[in-house]
């Protein structure tokens, strides 16, 4: 019934029929090599005429990860999931599906495994809520390609690592998109904008990226801007980067449909639009109105879709925000004949008692979209619904590499599915102001992370509803370790900068995204290790499974955000660490043996410096957290380096480097550079710094080795080092570099 192949040292492919090709992986698949074979490994599967069911019996205590984008618990047993990329605004948890399609999950228990479906439409995944023992998949097509990752004494990371090359290392933004970021919908002219500039610089709040959303156009018609609202849009754009900040203006699929309107008429002669069944225009209604939308899976439509982006980029600007790519569609003309005689009915009728027709993202829109693919036969969209976001995506980029080949660019996408991580960031939807949406963030970034979108993040405060300003500073703290810190809010909704609270509150924030500023140096090397690595960025504690509060940024920080209101303190489970990093690359490093790690250090932390710290044995214990300071922990025998913040990134070399060490035995660090601007990376352009510390009785001993790739010269002339003891006693140092 399968075809078999081994991809990797635990990965097997299992190939159903004949798949399409996706774009999800990257390995190549030898189709001679693909054995004949009945069962696939860990799973029982069916098939009838409602297509596959894969089966596998859980035991009590397996615990189930994965699934990127999808609300509840990070342990995903007792729901049910739909992947299939959905336009929902409210995030309740009864939600089956979000904005985006990750099939990938991680058994872990008494035997510990991994699954990968490369398929772009909907599938259906119930984990223990039908019945409780019960992980069961569901997908109505049967040509597909299964990867199970499985083998003998096989771990979490293992199993990351290998989808990871399967699919793809993740997406490295440039470098200022580590940054703080301010958007609302919407700052909608040049004089909003560089007021809002303004505030930032005077205020000394850091800032690095302000976005345009949707009424920076003229009527919503994308790859237009408003002459009344931006008179000079490329002298504006210049100006705002002289002064640190980068635009990012927003694009939508959805073409409105207007005579004399050249993206339309472009679209129309060349084709480049989805059809419907009958073979017209599909037509669905969004923010312009009326529109079409581009087929982005044919790739005339992607090369085309790019080019539109050429007077942005030539004008400086350098990242995108795509958005309502699920795609997201308010109602159709066929729609609202129906509504119209519905309204008529129930106006002789009597109204049903909420008296309103659910119009928007109605099943039957998409089952009459129909896509044309490279060699011209048509394609039903529900068979790859959710590839639409990430081949918007490749569209964008398709612009990128024509107009400003070799740079990093920025780019953020609403829908997404695997391999979208590659090349792009993904924000979480339309939040709300609510608590438990904090929470949610937290578990987000960990199961993203799994899922390979290492740069991701939710828009701080909530994007629906209104804020206030205790969740503001939490939230805001929860930002600091969020590798996308986005502060966005609904139109209607509370001005949400983070001035509009109060001088008191202003102050928290502004020190906590100083704090954001300062670690740039640790986030920046920790991120670039764990791609390179393969590892996630942002991880569970694996050595405390039924934690879902708290994470790891990086292999040394462990972070414990408080996310309920009037909490001025709350439980945190300090591991005993028993997996230890495995080794780091780079010549000193190498030495690193096996440390002990059951000791944290707090840094009870209101500012970016150091102070206010306090050694844990593992345990449980309630810790106070005054509403400016956040809950840090160092893991023993690691090392966190901080700069002096600037008010943008790239403002100033990082030429004073503050380790901060909680040393027992022996700690070691990799301070990584590079240009931050392009791909250089990859071939081998970057430079470290690396650090080792050694406890020598009660002295310690340092040393540093520099790889400085010529390119890249290492700014850093001294080092400080803070470097703490088991008994919390710091010892201070000053190091020429
Ligand atoms: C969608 C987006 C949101 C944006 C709004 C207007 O709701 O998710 O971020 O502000 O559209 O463009």
Redesign the pocket.
């Known amino acids: 019934m399968f075809k078999q192949s081994a991809i990797l040292k635990f990965t097997t492919l299992y190939r159903l029929g004949r798949p399409l090709t996706t774009g999800m992986t990257i390995l190549p698949v030898d189709e001679d090599a693909l054995g004949p074979i009945d069962a696939i490994t860990r799973f029982d599967c069916s098939i009838d005429e409602n297509g596959l069911t894969l089966t596998h019996t859980l035991l009590p205590h397996d615990r189930v990860f994965g699934l990127g984008q999808t609300l509840g618990a990070f342990n995903k047993r007792g729901k049910v999931y739909r992947l299939y990329a959905t336009d929902d ?1 409210v995030h309740t948890p009864d939600k089956d599906c979000l904005y985006g399609s990750h099939p990938f999950l991680i058994v872990e228990g008494a035997e510990t495994f991994g699954v990968f479906l490369d398929y772009p439409a909907e599938i259906i995944i119930d984990i223990g809520f039908t019945q409780d023992d019960l992980l069961r998949i569901r997908i109505t097509n049967v040509d597909v390609d299964i990867y199970v990752f499985d083998g003998l004494g096989i771990t979490v990371k293992d199993i990351v690592r290998e989808f990871l090359t399967l699919t793809g290392s993740p997406y490295v933004p440039p470098k200022w998109a580590f940054g703080y970021h301010q958007s609302r ?1 919407s700052y909608p002219d040049e004089k909003s904008i560089t007021e809002l500039g303004k505030m930032f610089r005077q205020k000394g709040f850091p800032c690095d990226a302000i976005y345009m ?2 009424d920076y156009m003229d009527n919503y018609k994308v790859f237009t801007i408003s002459e009344e609202r931006f008179v000079d849009f490329e002298r504006f754009v210049v100006s705002m980067k002289r002064d640190g900040f980068r635009l990012v203006p ?1 694009i ?1 699929p959805a073409v409105k449909v207007e005579r004399g309107y050249g993206v339309c008429r472009e679209g129309m002669e060349d084709g480049y639009f989805c059809r419907d069944t009958d073979g017209d225009l599909f037509v669905a209604a969004v ?1 312009p109105g009326f529109a079409y939308l581009p087929d982005f899976h044919n790739r005339k439509t992607r090369k085309w879709w790019g080019g539109l982006h050429k007077r942005f980029i030539e004008a400086g600007i350098e990242g995108f925000w795509n ?2 790519n699920e795609p997201s569609i308010f109602y159709t003309p066929q729609a609202v004949n129906e509504f119209y005689d519905t309204v008529q009915y129930m106006k002789h009728n009597g109204f049903d008692k909420e008296g309103v027709i659910p119009m928007s993202n109605r099943p039957e829109y998409f089952q009459d979209i129909v896509h044309t693919d490279d060699a011209g036969n048509p394609v039903p969209h529900n068979s790859i619904h959710n590839l639409y976001g990430f081949n918007m995506a490749q569209a964008t980029i398709e612009g990128f590499n024509e107009y400003m080949p070799g740079q990093r660019y920025f780019l953020l996408s ?1 829908s997404s599915c695997t391999g979208t991580h590659r090349i792009a960031g993904i924000w979480t ?2 939040n709300m102001s609510w608590w438990e949406h904090l929470l949610s963030h937290i578990r987000m970034l960990m199961s993203l992370n799994i899922a390979g979108f290492f740069y991701c993040g939710a ?1 701080i405060g909530g ?1 629906g509803c209104n804020t206030y300003a205790e969740l503001m500073i939490r939230w805001m703290q929860l930002g600091v370790f969020s590798p996308l810190c986005r502060n ?1 809010s ?1 139109m209607g909704t509370r001005y949400q900068e983070p001035w509009g609270f109060g001088h008191g509150a202003f102050e928290l924030m502004r020190e906590a995204i100083r704090l954001r500023y300062a670690l740039l140096p640790y986030t920046y090397s920790e991120y670039m290790r764990c791609v390179r690595r393969l590892e996630p960025f942002i991880s569970p504690l694996f050595d405390a499974k039924d934690v879902e509060d708290q994470f790891m940024y990086g292999d040394s920080i462990m972070v414990a955000p408080i996310y309920q209101p009037n909490a001025r303190g709350r439980y945190v489970t300090l591991p005993s660490t028993k997996s230890v990093p495995e080794q780091k690359t780079g010549s000193i490093l190498e030495q690193n043996g096996r440390q002990k790690r059951t000791r944290w250090l707090l840094w009870r932390c209101s500012r970016y410096d150091v102070r206010n710290v306090e050694v844990y044995e593992a345990g449980v214990y309630y810790m106070g957290a005054e509403l400016g300071e956040m809950l840090i922990f160092i893991m023993e025998n690691s090392l966190v380096t901080l700069t002096h913040p600037v008010e943008y990134i790239g403002q100033a070399a990082c030429r004073s480097l503050t380790v901060i060490g909680f040393v027992t035995d022996k700690a070691t660090f990799s301070h990584y550079e590079d240009d931050g601007s392009t791909f250089k990376y990859k071939e081998g352009c970057f430079s470290t710094l690396d650090i080792v510390i050694e406890r020598d009785g009660d002295d310690y001993d340092i040393m540093l080795s520099r790889n400085e790739h010529e390119d890249v010269p290492i700014a850093i002339t001294e080092l400080l080092f803070e470097i703490y003891d088991e008994s919390g006693h710091k010892a201070c140092r000053r190091v020429a570099a």
Do not use: C, L, Q, V
Request: hydrophobic share 45%.
């Open positions: 605004p919908w959303d949707i927003i939508d923010w958005d309502m609403r939807g339309d828009d994007f966005h609904a």
